[in-house]
Structures are given as C-alpha cells and as structure tokens.
C-alpha cells in the first residue's frame, strides 16, 4: 500500500495520463479494487468483439479521474472532491464474475454489494479486505456517505449525487468512451472533455449550458447505440445465458453457498463450472470454443403482431417456457433456453429511458434536455433492445425447435 499522500500517474487508453492522488492510490491498492483486474466490463461480449478484454478495473479508474476534472472544473472543495473521487474508484466493487450475467441468480445485485463492502459489512476471501473504511477515514471521508452516493440514497449536495448517479454522469461518461475503444466501434465516441466543459451548478444541481447540447445528444445517441448493437449484441447474449445456466445448474448439483461464487473472478468461475457437474462442463466448453447456442426463434418488438404473439405468455418465467417446450415436444430441457432480453436490459440499467439532464441558458432559465432537443424526445420512446422473446438451441435442433415454438406460440 503507498504512503498517505503519495500519488500515481497512470497512462490510461482512453484518457490518456491520469495523475492519481495519494487516497485513490489507497483505494487502488485494496484487494476488493484489485479484485476488478480480474473481471472483464464487458463480460462475453468479447465473443463479438475481440478488443474488448478490458476489466472493470480500468473504468473504476477511469471513473475515479473522471470525478477529480469534474469536481476541479465545477470549483467543488476539496472534501467533496475527495468524496467524489472516492465513489467513483468504488462505485462498481460489489460485481460479481463477468458483471452483470450471474446476477440473476446470485438473489442480490451488485449495487447491495459494493455498499456493503464500502462500509465493512462484508468482505472478500483475502486476509487485508475489510480495510476501506479505515482508508476512508483517514482521508475525512465517511463511508456510509461513499456508499449512498454510489446507491443514490445520497442525503446531501444534490449536484454530488448528479455526477456520479444520474443520466448523464462520470459513470457512463467513461464506460461509453472506454467499451467503443476497446471494441472499436465508432457510434460509440463521446464528446468528453466539451461535456465537462459546459457542467455547471445550478440551484443545487448539476446542470449544462446550452452551448453543450449537441454534445449531449450526440452521448445520448452513443448510449443507445452501444446497448443495441454491443452490450445485448445477441450473440454475447446467448453466451450469457449459457453461462448462467451452468451458474444454475452448478448452484442445484453442488454444496456450495452462493456467497462462494459471487465473489469469484471470471477466471475462478470458469474453472469451477468446468470440473463440476456434465452440464456445466459442457457449457463452459462450448462458450470457450466458441460452439454457442443458436437462434432459433425470437419475437421482436416491432409492431402489432409481433407484441400480438408474445402477449399470452408474457407473464411467463423463461425456465416456464423451457420447461413448456421440453415437455410438449419430449426434448431435453437442457437444450433449450429462453430469453426475454427487453426485460433484462430493463433491470439492468434503469436509466436508459431517463432523461433528467438541466440545461441552463444565458438569462438564468433552466429547461430538460427533451424538451428541447426533439432527438432526445424522440430516443426516450424507442427502445434500444427490440427482442422480446428469443430461443436458443443446440446447433443441430435448430430448425426443429423453430417449428415446435412456432407451434407452441399459436397455441398459447
């Protein structure tokens, strides 16, 4: 661990060199920070896209520096700052292995995690975790205030809890920069350095000048094009579920807590499953040789029909309709997986279709960025995830369950 005060420069991809101060240092070092080098941000996405082997790690940093220009360019003092920069070097401590994908059946999210390893109330299996608290203090910081902010149950300046959760924040600023460079997608760059520009504080919150709306936009743009065509590319989403199933399956076959697997990295994970029950193995195997599940059927949400089909099952859990389909059409039930991905992108990022971002102009009136932008107005409406309904089977089933969900969806 460095010296109290000691910093870091660090030469950053995207953000080029980022000068670290002696408590982001501190955090850094901790093993629950360390934890994240070990955990891809972009979970099998990889699959499509080969560059994107960067870790969470990377964009805690990047958050963390992101929150120290932010504060310095708002003139915030320097407990604030030090507030700021703490949560963003935190604020994604608590994921679980390959992110989000495990979530689902690990019964708590990673939100509920970080917050309680900021505070202490839990910890990693290493023998110096359980010491952010005590770095925090030592720098004046309290670590329920870390953790509320990075909850959004933060009680004081409101601008604080903007920058780092909000629509428009240090979060998402650099992990949309970040995942379109490592994955090379262009419709992912962002205007990041002119959207600091213009930040400002108005009455209490953050807010920005009208001289950034096409900045804005253009983030807004980025956001729900890196959701559609990257983070639920339907490939990578196959591979999640697969994943998960093994997660599953392993969980049911295995007298293991669910605690043990929560707090593995992608790599710890991926050999668990790979020396535990036949079903697991399989699906780590495949998704190492990249011999995946395929599509053989999907509902998209793209007009009358479409929600037409989907409405009498709607309310059906994906494992319902797996079991449904095996049953009906005597198929294993193993070769078959569902996937309502609209609802998962839902849960997932619930600021998708929030846009609470102040504009401020020049005679002091403040008005929501979709009340004047008509493309923000507009993006708030679409969805950027339009599957509502997608099954996967082994290569060799496929055209076979095509035809036995088909008829299983009129029949319903």
Not at 81 to 93: P, Q, S, T, V
Not at 108 to 124: F, M, Y
Not at 291 to 299: G, P
Request: hydrophobic share 35%.
């Amino acid at each position: 661990m460095e010296t109290k005060n000691k910093g870091k420069i660090i030469k950053d991809p995207v953000h080029g060199f980022m000068d670290l101060n002696g408590m982001q240092v501190e955090l850094l070092s901790q093993p629950e920070v360390q934890r994240m080098a070990w955990i891809k941000q972009l979970g099998l996405g990889l699959l499509v896209y080969p560059g994107g082997h960067h870790t969470r790690l990377e964009h805690c940093i990047g958050t963390s520096y992101l929150c120290n220009r932010i504060a310095k360019n708002l003139g915030i003092d320097d407990k604030e700052k030090r507030l700021l920069e703490a949560a963003g070097m935190l604020h994604d401590i608590g994921h679980a292995p390959f992110s989000h994908t495990i979530e689902e059946v690990m019964g708590r999210n990673h939100v509920e995690a970080t917050k309680n390893l900021i505070t202490g109330v839990e910890t990693i299996d290493d023998p110096d975790s359980g010491k952010i608290p005590e770095v925090l203090r030592n720098y004046g910081i309290d670590p329920c205030d870390v953790a509320d902010l990075v909850t959004g149950n933060f009680k004081g300046n409101k601008y604080l809890g903007d920058i780092i959760d909000s629509q428009m924040d240090a979060d998402q600023l650099d992990y949309l920069a970040r995942d379109a460079h490592h994955t090379g997608v262009s419709y992912g760059s962002v205007e990041t350095d002119w959207i600091i520009n213009v930040m400002e504080i108005n009455d209490g919150r953050l807010a920005y000048k009208e001289k950034g709306i096409d900045a804005l936009e253009d983030c807004i743009i980025a956001r729900d094009h890196m959701y559609s065509s990257v983070y639920f590319h339907k490939t990578s989403s196959i591979a999640e579920k697969m994943l998960l199933r093994g997660v599953e399956r392993y969980l049911k076959t295995e007298d293991s807590p669910k605690k043990n697997i929560f707090w593995m990295t992608d790599g710890e994970l991926m050999n668990t499953l790979s020396i535990s029950n036949p079903f697991s193995k399989s699906m780590v195997r495949r998704i190492k040789m990249r011999n995946l599940y395929k599509q053989a059927y999907t509902i998209k949400d793209t007009g009358r029909e479409g929600a037409e089909d989907f409405k009498n099952i709607r309310e059906k859990d994906e494992r319902e309709i797996e079991n449904d389909i095996a049953e009906l059409y005597d198929l294993s039930s193993d070769v078959i997986i569902v996937n309502k991905q609209k609802r998962v992108a839902s849960d997932l990022e619930p600021r998708l279709r929030k846009f609470d971002i102040r504009i401020s102009f020049p005679d002091g009136k403040i008005s929501p960025l979709e009340r004047i932008s008509t493309t923000v107005e507009s993006l708030k409406r679409k969805d950027p995830v339009r599957n509502l309904l997608s099954v996967y089977t082994v290569p060799e089933k496929r055209d076979e369950v095509k035809d036995f969900v088909e008829d299983y969806i009129e029949s319903n």
